[in-house]
């Protein structure tokens, strides 16, 4: 018999497509080695497995709901420390006051270490089982934080940030070529050091990266063939001055494309926010493959606005969610759902009359599959279903803290589940098929 592998029992509930969920009231969830073989109707008792799955052991979680795991498509690593502070500034400001001050103090390493391990032990308790993030342009605490998420069984992928312009003293690289040249000693000391953690290139936005760095990280994003994170189209004073910058681009993200930094071949491109991203950048993100991280809670709390997300989803650009702490104050992808749909029901109120508000299967999509192929597109196991082949990525979830008085149905359960955001129903984390928490 295999060792490698297990079955779970439980409710089991993942998306079918953008708009449909597929239950399974019992089901088995077939694992080998890390990769998920297939979920089963389980109602029917152990004759719907076939004979060489019927002595693998069963982990029977009753009726619990299993899901996939979350994942959270932007974030801050280093932001963590002080969320919820200057939620009543605009992003450019709170920059300035908040997140460069905090991220100055990532130089020190004994610093990192202590704010990351408070980061990473938060985050591995939380609903996220993969994440993209950004650390700062310290290359020794950013391998810092690859080790420590490796250490936790997470999945994830990290950015030592670029930026050498309009940026304090405190938190700018000296020159284009002194960024590089950290950015190619970090690439080649973590390049295949852990099981579940790549890094990803990480110009922060394009007003603190100079044209001479982006040159640059254009070669090495095609030297090392590596995927890239940033920022695009996320608030008026922002856009405005990137417009100022680069008179010369027909749009925020024209401004990555002129430097090859705008998704197309082998360049797998993940923007955060897109809230003005009008048709024609719309249009480009499309034609190049480029993902949208859309963060709702820190598009409130920075009053940035509402992401267009209809139009993302009605164009086909890829899309997936993000909690953008420190931005967002909450790390609770289960909050970035939620929060998902209640903007857009404000956007179809107030903004757009045309563009439907989202069902919670389309969040709860963009919270599993849609971030989840990003993953893929940048060298990861396929996640975010229960489809043969796909990594066993799996929230096992436990409803009873939320007082059910009456039965509900597994639809129902999820709902509140997500609504309810409360992270002592989480029973179980698997990531790759093996159990992280609890
Ligand atoms: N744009 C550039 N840097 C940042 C950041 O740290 N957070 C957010 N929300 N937007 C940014
Ligand atoms: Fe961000």
Redesign the pocket.
């Known amino acids: 018999m295999n060792q490698n592998r297990m079955i779970l029992k439980g409710n089991i509930c993942y998306s079918r497509s953008l708009s449909e969920l597929r239950i399974l009231e019992p089901g088995y969830l077939l694992c080998e080695d890390g990769i998920c073989r297939g979920a089963l109707e389980a109602s029917g008792g152990p004759e719907a497995l076939s004979e060489e799955w019927r002595q693998v052991p069963v982990t029977d979680y009753g009726g619990c709901l299993i899901i996939p795991g979350m994942t959270d498509l932007h974030l801050?690593a280093p932001?963590y420390e002080f969320r919820g502070m200057g939620m009543d500034m605009e992003?450019l400001d709170w920059?300035e006051q908040y997140?460069f001050p905090a991220e100055a103090g990532y130089a020190k390493l004994s610093y990192a270490d202590r704010a990351y391990e408070g980061f990473v032990e938060d985050l591995k308790a939380s609903f996220t089982t993969r994440a993209c993030m950004?650390a700062t342009i310290h290359r020794e605490s950013a391998e810092l934080l690859m080790e420590k998420l490796d250490k936790a069984g997470l999945a994830a992928l990290v950015g030592k940030v670029n930026m050498d312009r309009n940026s304090p003293d405190i938190l700018r690289e000296k020159s284009p070529e002194e960024s590089a040249e950290q950015t190619v000693q970090w690439l080649e000391r973590t390049a295949g050091r852990f099981l579940q953690v790549k890094p990803i290139l990480t110009p922060?936005?394009i007003p603190s990266c100079s044209d001479g760095l982006m040159e640059r990280l254009r070669r090495l994003q095609k030297a090392y063939r590596i995927p890239v994170q940033s920022?695009l189209s996320?608030n008026p004073g922002?856009i405005q001055w990137v417009r100022e910058l680069c008179p010369e681009s027909a749009c925020y993200g024209d401004a990555y494309d002129r430097f090859g930094l705008f998704g197309g071949e082998d360049c797998p491109t993940v923007m955060?926010h897109c809230v003005y991203s009008d048709r024609r950048e719309q249009e480009l993100m499309k034609e190049r493959g480029v993902w949208a991280a859309h963060c709702p809670q820190?598009n409130m709390n920075?009053s940035s606005g509402i992401a267009p997300v209809r139009e993302f989803l009605d164009r086909g650009i890829k899309t997936g969610l993000g909690t953008?702490v420190a931005?967002g104050h909450s790390l609770s992808m289960f909050r970035a759902i939620t929060d998902a749909v209640q903007a857009s029901k404000l956007y179809w109120r107030l903004v757009d009359q045309t563009k439907k508000p989202l069902a919670l299967e389309e969040a709860f999509y963009m919270a599993t599959v849609g971030g989840g192929s990003f993953f893929e597109a940048a060298g990861f196991a396929a996640s975010g279903r229960f489809e043969p082949g796909q990594s066993m990525d799996a929230l096992v979830l436990d409803d009873g803290p939320l007082r059910a008085s009456r039965d509900y149905t597994a639809r129902q359960r999820l709902e509140r589940l997500i609504y309810f955001d409360d992270v002592r129903t989480l029973k179980a984390k698997y990531i790759s098929g093996k159990k992280v928490s609890h």
């Open positions: 801050h932001q992003l920059l997140a950004f922060r936005f920022h996320e922002e955060a820190s920075l953008d931005g």
